[in-house]
């Protein structure tokens, strides 16, 4: 007997929404980046995602994501909870 893979929450807007923000570390313009993955080739929830521009998402995937977090005294989990909760309060939810 197999198990579905759960299938990931997806949200065009809130991802639209999170491009409008600066880089979480550069404040440079910004893309949406998914902070975690959903585990073993399951894809993340959008809601994860935290505005990073290319050249600190590129570094995130090249040192790996508790080193980049501790060298720009970051934390994922805080910077999603933020953007969603701002989202929900300025744009709502769907």
Excluded: W
């Amino acid at each position: 007997m197999f198990l579905e893979k759960p299938k990931a929450y997806r949200n065009k807007r809130y991802l639209e929404f999170i491009r409008t923000l600066p880089c979480c570390v550069c404040k440079k313009y910004s893309e949406a980046h998914h902070g975690d993955t959903g585990g073993l080739a399951v894809k993340c929830n959008d809601t994860r995602s935290i505005p990073m521009c290319s050249r600190c998402h590129q570094e995130n995937h090249t040192v790996g994501k508790i080193t980049f977090q501790v060298r720009h005294n970051i934390d994922f989990k805080d910077i999603q909870i933020r953007c969603l909760e701002t989202y929900i309060m300025n744009m709502g939810v769907d």
